[in-house]
């Protein structure tokens, strides 16, 4: 192991990571002063603590070597696989899906965790099967490794953390060199399946009449003969292509396939999915359609956000936080916080930050020589900008609501200690670039 040293220690990574985690505390201890200025939460007590104790796994994630995590990254993975079977029996229900295992005030998230071991297995079986990762049954087989974790989640059900996977493997796979076609259709059948799953109830909501477009979509009967239409046209395409070997007859086949597998895991989702995570799906398209519930919390945290103007209101002088209007406010909209008392110079500020840790990342990622760590990097610093991306894009209403936090802002142990782990690895990966 290489003694670490002032050279080897990546202090850009480590200094905005740290900056990062001052300014989430500060916003969090804002977010617990209600409006007669009086601090009534202790969160940011809590998070100074899981932000130290996430700074000791940071520094020893950063000092033991990757390949020691190459090698135990089955056990890891199916150590956390365990952690999610035993989350949905004996787990705590937390907002509406059982996600916490623990006792009392003390617990984890175990989905947090879980895609960071996600992440070691699929980089080394991505690295160990080389160029097959082009052929598709090894391609499929590495798409179980994120299915499985997938499909647990769902069953808790939390809709945000489940979707966290599909940008981890998408552009792991593209990395390792899958081919386009293969993760464009995953891609696609990812967004098409939660467009159907909403549907039915914006439909509904919306009191459109039966005869329109989404009438039909909204239909369970017309839906199944069209997917059973589009079963067979991919079915006789694909013969097609395989007899005459022309591409068009392949790509219909791609089509009609992508409309199958879609139209199939919207049905799987609007099982396991509660109302309101359809709804959330709804209101992202109009957050009008319910002003008083669903839409709630997006239409609040926007009026938080354009009220912050350039420069804020200062520190500690928000009012749709002091008020209590913003919802989850110290977890899934503490952007709301921060650029109403911050303003746009203050979320330029975060997102300079962030920035910083991810051309830091993909420089690490791109000098890197070996395929492990190249795809482990890649798998990291697409957990994290996911994160960034979905919080942010739900806290100014362009996503959907899905309970993401905005990483090492936030509060929550879970989610903070897994994006510090995150950290540590990169940094181990940049540390060992210097042995050569």
């Given at each position: 192991?290489?003694?670490?040293?002032?050279?080897?220690?990546?202090?850009?990574?480590?200094?905005?990571?740290?900056?990062?985690l001052g300014v989430g505390i500060l916003f969090i201890y804002s977010s617990g002063i209600n409006a007669s200025g009086v601090q009534v939460s202790a969160e940011f007590i809590r998070q100074i603590v899981w932000s130290l104790s996430g700074m000791v796994l940071l520094v020893c994630f950063a000092l033991l070597s990757y390949t020691t995590l190459r090698m135990f990254s089955l056990y890891i993975y199916?150590?956390?696989?365990?952690?999610?079977l035993l989350t949905l029996v004996i787990g705590r229900q937390v907002n509406g899906a059982r996600s916490w295992l623990g006792f009392s005030e003390i617990g984890i998230q175990p989905a947090e965790f879980m895609k960071i071991a996600t992440i070691l297995?699929?980089?080394?079986?991505?690295?160990?099967?080389?160029?097959?990762v082009r052929e598709l049954p090894r391609f499929l087989l590495g798409l179980v490794i994120v299915l499985v974790p997938i499909a647990l989640i769902l069953l808790q059900p939390d809709m945000g953390e489940a979707l966290a996977f599909l940008p981890?493997?998408?552009?792991?796979?593209?990395?390792?060199?899958?081919?386009?076609r293969h993760l464009l259709f995953i891609l696609f059948a990812g967004v098409f399946a939660f467009i159907l799953a909403a549907i039915p109830t914006l439909h509904a909501r919306a009191g459109s009449g039966g005869a329109s477009f989404f009438g039909l979509l909204s239909d369970p009967d017309i839906m199944k003969y069209l997917l059973l239409a589009a079963a067979v046209v991919s079915g006789l395409a694909f013969l097609g292509w395989?007899?005459?070997?022309?591409?068009?007859?392949?790509w219909i086949a791609w089509a009609a396939g992508l409309f199958v597998t879609g139209g199939l895991l919207s049905t799987a989702l609007r099982i396991v999915l509660k109302d309101y995570q359809i709804m959330r799906l709804v209101i992202f398209v109009n957050p009008?359609?319910?002003?008083?519930?669903?839409?709630?919390?997006?239409?609040?945290?926007?009026?938080?956000?354009?009220?912050?103007?350039?420069?804020?209101?200062?520190?500690?002088?928000?009012t749709q936080s002091h008020y209590q209007f913003l919802p989850q406010q110290s977890t899934d909209f503490i952007f709301s916080i921060l650029a109403e008392e911050w303003g746009f110079l203050g979320g330029l500020l975060v997102?300079?930050?962030?920035?910083?840790?991810?051309m830091r990342g993909i420089?690490?990622?791109?000098?890197?020589?070996?395929?492990?760590?190249?795809?482990?990097?890649?798998?990291?610093?697409?957990?994290?900008?996911?994160?960034?991306?979905?919080?942010?894009?739900?806290?100014i209403g362009i996503m959907p609501v899905t309970g993401i936090p905005l990483m090492f802002l936030s509060y929550g142990g879970s989610s903070l200690w897994a994006g510090l782990i995150g950290v540590g690895i990169l940094m181990n990966i940049s540390r060992r670039r210097l042995r050569y």
């Open positions: 192991m290489r003694k670490l040293t002032l050279a080897s220690f990546d202090m850009v990574l480590f200094g905005a990571t740290i900056v990062l199916a150590g956390c696989l365990f952690l999610l297995f699929l980089s080394a079986y991505f690295a160990g099967i080389g160029n097959g981890i493997f998408l552009l792991m796979g593209f990395v390792a060199g899958a081919q386009v395989r007899s005459f070997r022309q591409r068009h007859y392949f009008q359609i319910d002003p008083q519930g669903a839409g709630w919390n997006i239409i609040q945290s926007v009026t938080a956000i354009g009220s912050g103007g350039l420069l804020g209101k200062g520190w500690l002088h928000g997102f300079g930050l962030f920035l910083a840790i991810l420089s690490i990622v791109w000098a890197s020589r070996e395929d492990y760590a190249m795809l482990a990097g890649t798998g990291i610093l697409s957990m994290i900008f996911f994160h960034v991306m979905v919080n942010v894009g739900m806290a």
